[in-house]
């Protein structure tokens, strides 16, 4: 009797909580009816569309210079490693380490006493041969006469000839050897044969030095002017052609990541051969080096001037976009709007574009915020 007592009152309790439920629910869809009426919705307006920001610039007529780019190694005009030409003991160093010289200027002395002597016996030996030869042209000049009176025989004349040809002959034999050991002891001092700068000394005085010595005794490099040698990939070689035509082409000099020449010179050489291994071509500039920026054995960006393209229209390079569809630009109209315009493009570095056709010199056309653009957006000119 108990149990159905408590399930009765089990039953009671949820009909009065479903019944308070649904009464909440539907106080609350009342009060949701009441708010709607008192509150229409306001109808919604057009949507606004916010211009984009960006910066244009016109195009300009201007000469652009077309350069080539390549790679270079910096050599110098020319070098000269000085070495002995005969063997002795260097008894004079008589230069400084990095010092500028011209040609004729003592550089080292080797000790000349065992040339000088060698030169003294030459001409020693040519003293006694010029008087034998003397003596026996004046046994010619005697057996001619007796010959003429039948006073001596005809052989007698005859070997008096030969005798005077044989002293001749060693007389200039003999003059032969002076010369020979005057030049040897000329070599006993060194002087630069070129106009340079010296490097570093490869021997000290007091050491002997050899003909076959391969170090040499010092390096002289010509550093005004100098030269870059440099490559160019074979497809250029008609431009480089066609820019000798002319003056010779101008070339330019650059570090690394700067834009300002270390110095500027003339291309000199076209190698007479591709290099079939790379497909290069071999060239070579002089620059005058003035301000001795170039040194021998470093690397410099090189710039070949091949062309120039007069009064050509020009965009800045950045203004310049590529797509699907090629190449083109965005122009801003008087209504504030930008088109997508193609256009085609001639020369072109990091800084400008030479435009070949689809552009005015009246457009305006957009350099920066390109990226956030449609075809017929609406702008905003930020100055």
Do not use: C
């Amino acid at each position: 009797m108990s149990q159905v007592v408590t399930r009765s009152r089990a039953g009671s309790r949820r009909r009065l909580v479903y019944g308070a439920l649904t009464a909440l629910v539907l106080a609350a869809l009342a009060v949701a009816i009441v708010y709607r009426v008192q509150h229409p919705p306001v109808p919604a307006g057009p949507t606004v569309v916010e211009p984009v920001p960006v910066r244009t610039a016109s195009p300009s007529r201007q000469d652009v210079p077309v350069y080539l780019d390549g790679l270079g190694t910096v050599q110098a005009y020319q070098s000269v490693t000085v070495h002995s030409m005969i063997d002795g003991t260097l008894t004079e160093v008589a230069f400084r380490e990095g010092q500028d010289v011209h040609i004729g200027d003592l550089l080292a002395r080797i000790d000349p006493r065992p040339y000088q002597a060698t030169l003294d016996q030459a001409v020693a030996k040519k003293a006694q041969d010029e008087a034998s030869l003397a003596n026996a042209r004046v046994d010619l000049i005697r057996y001619t006469k007796l010959v003429a009176n039948d006073s001596t025989s005809t052989q007698t004349l005859a070997t008096q000839k030969a005798t005077v040809a044989v002293d001749e002959a060693l007389v200039k034999q003999d003059q032969a050897s002076i010369d020979s050991a005057r030049t040897q002891l000329s070599y006993t001092t060194i002087s630069a044969p070129i106009a340079g700068r010296l490097g570093i000394r490869q021997v000290d005085a007091g050491n002997i030095v050899h003909a076959a010595d391969t170090n040499g005794i010092v390096v002289i490099t010509t550093l005004q002017p100098i030269s870059v040698l440099f490559t160019l990939p074979q497809q250029a070689l008609p431009q480089v052609v066609r820019a000798m035509r002319g003056a010779q082409p101008e070339v330019l000099a650059l570090t690394e990541g700067s834009d300002t020449p270390l110095d500027r010179g003339a291309l000199e050489v076209v190698d007479n051969a591709v290099d079939q291994t790379t497909g290069t071509i071999k060239l070579k500039a002089t620059f005058p080096n003035a301000d001795l920026l170039l040194w021998p054995g470093g690397f410099v960006n090189v710039r070949l001037r091949v062309q120039t393209e007069r009064n050509a229209l020009t965009v800045p390079a950045v203004a310049v976009q590529r797509g699907p569809d090629g190449v083109y630009v965005y122009v801003v109209h008087p209504d504030h709007t930008a088109t997508r315009q193609p256009v085609k493009i001639g020369h072109e570095d990091l800084q400008l574009a030479v435009v070949t056709s689809g552009l005015t010199d009246g457009d305006k056309v957009v350099v920066d915020g390109a990226s956030r653009l449609s075809d017929r957006a609406v702008v905003s000119v930020v100055q």
